[in-house]
């Protein structure tokens, strides 16, 4: 049998004296430099997507950018997904958690007594109960009594203790008990992310600088409203790239329970966020969502959460109105936390009083 065709690989020496291995076939400047377009997410000073990491926690982030033309209503108009659920955890909350994580023990918070606590509609606290119980940290979770199966089996896995709040409430509602709970038990410690400056540092250190190494053309910045840190921490990174990018919030009408997003109308704004900083927000309903997560599984093969879907469906009003340019559309996680509701695969009109009852985004 003949030996497979495998590339030659050999290593080659950039202008800075670092050897890199480059696969034969691909294309190396005068200077060493492997070219981008063959090598994509090969960002200088910073760890190549895919990389080797000394821990789970250290391969956080470094999530693909990916064009997504089927589901962008003007041809002129680029538009791309940034996909978080690759991360650990499966969201981009995973950055969030971590910069909470080394925050409490910065500030030295953190005790052989302590119970780290936080108000979560579920991914914020998988990724702390992940990130924390690798160091000998207790966490428990205030979580809306009415999130999917998959973020209670997840929660329990990563080892957190789950504080129920009424689900008819939503995040406000588990926001509200866990301070009460603080405020009783001199033991829990609050990260809260709604309130602390380490959120919206997490995506102005890493989301938004891998955004611009991978899109610096970008004109347009979308994700949900839920924290905000998302949109404060990479609206002010890449605005100061380029002050005319515009930033956009997928927003749940007021009234509809979503995991992980929020409408300002119902009463709570977080400390962290600053509505000066949007250009503009689009409300979508639960049923919209989930149509346009269904579009971009059938139509670009991407499985994601309905918050992703919410996103699209903002991105697709601003495409539709750009004479052209570039659209980055944060897709916060992936669809498998969500399986157990069958949002797939049943009708529409069949699901109406669970998109009134559940949080779905």
């Known amino acids: 049998m003949a030996a497979p065709n495998i590339p030659a690989r050999r290593e080659e020496t950039t202008a800075s004296g670092a050897g890199v291995s480059v696969d034969a076939g691909d294309t190396v400047d005068a200077g060493g430099a492997v070219d981008a377009g063959l090598r994509p997410h090969a960002h200088e000073g910073a760890p190549r997507h895919g990389g080797r990491f000394p821990s789970i926690v250290d391969a956080i982030g470094h999530t693909p950018l990916v064009e997504i033309p089927q589901l962008c209503p003007n041809a002129n108009v680029r538009l791309y997904a940034k996909l978080e659920g690759v991360n650990p955890t499966g969201s981009v909350k995973d950055r969030v958690a971590k910069y909470l994580f080394d925050d409490l023990v910065a500030s030295d918070r953190l005790g052989p007594e302590s119970i780290i606590l936080e108000p979560t509609s579920g991914n914020t606290g998988i990724a702390l109960a992940m990130i924390a119980r690798r160091h000998g940290y207790r966490v428990a979770v205030v979580l809306p009594d009415n999130v999917t199966h998959e973020r209670r089996q997840l ?207």
């Open 155 to 361: 929660l329990t896995i990563f080892g957190a203790e789950i504080i129920d709040s009424p689900g008819a409430e939503g995040s406000n509602g588990a926001v509200a008990l866990a301070k009460r709970l603080v405020e009783r038990d001199p033991r829990f410690v609050m990260p809260y992310q709604y309130g602390n400056p380490a959120n919206p540092l997490a995506h102005y250190e890493t989301t938004g600088v891998e955004i611009l190494a991978d899109c610096p053309e970008v004109d347009v910045f979308v994700a949900g409203l839920g924290t905000g840190g998302t949109l404060m921490g990479v609206g002010r990174r890449l605005r100061e790239a380029n002050r005319d990018v515009g930033i956009y919030a997928a927003e749940p009408h007021h009234g509809e329970a979503v995991q992980g997003l929020r409408s300002m109308a119902d009463g709570f704004v977080p400390e962290i966020f600053d509505p000066t900083m949007l250009d503009g927000r689009f409300l979508v309903t639960n049923a919209e969502a989930i149509r346009a997560l269904r579009a971009l599984g059938e139509r670009e093969g991407i499985f994601a959460g309905v918050s992703s879907g919410a996103v699209l469906v903002a991105a697709a009003r601003i495409a539709r109105r750009m004479e052209h340019g570039t659209i980055v559309a944060l897709l916060a996680d992936g669809g498998w936390k969500y399986l157990s509701d069958s949002l797939w695969t049943r009708p529409l009109d069949e699901m109406s009083a669970d998109l009134e009852s559940k949080n779905w985004w």
